[in-house]
């Protein structure tokens, strides 16, 4: 090296930059190459995740659509529970029910580590656009979980009055279990 004039060195130099240079565009550009396509594809993601995201106002109306629940308790608390919940929504929806009880179970369906409990309502008075608006809010009582026996007869004199009797289920916990 010492033998090397400044020309020599300088040539050199320039010879090593250069070399590197075209290493680097070589190599270089095909990760530019491979930066560039990760790019689009993360944009084309994007825009896709975009298309999917919910607006408030519908994700709103899918939250309607989900019925509520809670998980059963035992007997007393969830009896207690589910006739004030079923009773305030006869209330909201106008109807008058005299009375609801508890009937035993006759035909039940098998559930492991439940057990179905069923509430009566006997001949309520209603209308039929009370009936309706019951029906479609009754899905928003989270301690339901059936609806086992729907009938109700028309008034042949008042033909706008109706008697209401449904019989609906709940389950409640059975044995020592835990809450969750």
Known sequence: MKQLSKRDKRALIIGAIAAGCILFFVFGSERITEWREAADSLAQKQKELESLTFKEWEQARLMESVPAFEMPSKEEKQKFLFRSKFN????EAGIKAEAL??????KVRELPGYR????QCRQAKCNFGQIMKFLSELGKNPYLFGVEDFKMKCDPKKRQEFQLDITVSTLIE???GYEL
């Open 88 to 91: 305030e929504q006869l209330k």
């Open 101 to 106: 009880q508890f009937v035993s179970n006759r």
């Open 116 to 119: 179905m409990l069923l509430l």
């Open 174 to 176: 059975e044995g020592a």
